[in-house]
């Protein structure tokens, strides 16, 4: 009986060491990616100039353009998948998406779920009201107010710290038709993205209050052991784009600045 116990143990251990093994052969996500021949990127194709349609309704954008450099760079296709912004980092956190090109802040909260690339840009953060609005011009005026943004934007989790009640939409034009309208008072947004929709729309009644320096912005991926090869692949991509003048070039390209050095 002693002896088919200890059999019997043999052969359980036998089976888990089996089942690790076989666990740790399997390839991480840039072997994954790379046999698929394809880098599922998450991204919402309304927001300029970050990721948006074009007058023939081409998907484009400074972050297309930069996730398709990373996807060559990996030596496969991109293949965009266009969401909504709430559905971008937790389609990256259950595999959905291999990384997302959206414009998407590092915070030190985020940090806690995702891996991030180096950061690739460094934006400014802008307080924008309406014309003829004289009583929001800093952040602490917004206590009490209503802002507009998307749900879990860091601009929206700024407002809502500052005592903001924040309506959430899902794109730029809706938040600022909205401050337009008086449906809110004010919004907390990316100065790219505000000052392109100024550019398109000069005739809004339209004022930025307050500039200040963003957070920096870099490409999340999710946290896990397979994943770390893919983000040192990431960074080695954007680094050679950063001394060629690659991304120089495209950030002056879509925001008539190199926002590519810390600020």
Not at 68 to 93: C, K, N, R, Y
Not at 174 to 198: C, F, H, P, W
Not at 225 to 238: M, S
Request: one cysteine or more; hydrophobic letters at 40%; glycine letters at 8%.
């Amino acid at each position: 009986m002693k002896k088919l116990f200890a059999l019997f143990i043999a052969l359980v251990l036998l089976t888990v060491s089996l089942f690790a093994a076989a666990e740790t052969a399997q390839p991480d996500l840039l072997a994954r990616i790379k046999e698929r021949g394809t880098l599922i990127i998450a991204t919402e194709g309304n927001w300029s100039p970050w990721t948006y349609h074009d007058e023939n309704d081409v998907l484009t954008g400074f972050d297309i353009e930069i996730g398709t450099l990373i996807a060559h760079g990996l030596g496969v296709e991109p293949q965009f998948m266009e969401t909504d912004w709430a559905s971008i980092l937790a389609g990256v956190d259950t595999g959905r998406f291999d990384i997302a090109c959206n414009g998407v802040d590092y915070t030190e909260e985020r940090a806690e779920k995702y891996s991030f690339s180096d950061p690739y840009v460094y934006t400014e953060i802008v307080l924008a009201v309406k014309d003829g609005n004289e009583t929001i011009k800093t952040f602490e005026d917004l206590k009490g107010r209503k802002t507009s943004n998307s749900p879990n934007s860091t601009y929206a989790l700024r407002a809502e710290q500052m005592g903001a009640e924040v309506v959430y939409v899902d794109t730029l034009g809706e938040t600022m038709s909205m401050v337009i309208q008086g449906r809110v008072d004010a919004t907390i947004n990316a100065k790219g993205s505000v000052d392109d929709y100024l550019g398109e729309h000069p005739e809004a009644p339209i004022k930025v209050v307050l500039t200040v320096p963003g957070d920096p912005v870099c490409y999340p991926v999710r946290k896990g052991d397979d994943t770390a090869t893919l983000v040192e692949a990431i960074n080695a991509i954007l680094a050679q784009a950063r001394e060629d003048g690659t991304l120089a070039q495209l950030s002056i390209k879509y925001f008539g600045a190199d926002l590519t050095q810390p600020i």
